[in-house]
């Protein structure tokens, strides 16, 4: 049983993980419905939590954000009309993924943005380093061996 210990503890972990906090009672009678609703909460930002997606959220908005959309499914809303219904009512920024748009394309270029600022940085920073030393005249060898009590050659 020892040696299944770490396996076990890893397995529970995963388990763990991979748990929503979709509560029985949010969950659609219709699989397929209820399919559809998690895609959607799974592309879906929580605003309390921020960088974790509604269906993994506690938050008390995130499980409202939940049972919004079911209801609108329910009544017959498409995905996209869901979508488009929330991120009418919170903006882009709901949305795990924001579009590629004018107002979001500071988001999308500040990673490489920054990776290039810092490539330019580590490129200046060596192009100003100095150069190697020059090689010692025998006169400053002669002195270091003096200093050092013994051949410098050695």
Known sequence: MRPLRPLLVLGLALVAASAAAVQPDEVMKDPALEARARTLSAELRCM???????DDSDASL???????????????????????????????????????????LLLWASGPLTLALAGLGVYLARRRAPASAPPLSAEEEKRLAEIAGGDAHA
């Open 62 to 104: 995130a499980r409202d954000i939940r049972l919004l959309i079911r209801e609108r499914i329910a009544k017959g809303d498409s995905n996209a009309a869901v979508r488009d219904f929330l991120v009418s009512r919170y903006g882009n920024f709901i949305l795990l993924k924001p579009p590629l748009e004018l107002s979001t």
């Open 48 to 54: 309390v939590c921020q960088n974790q997606s509604i």
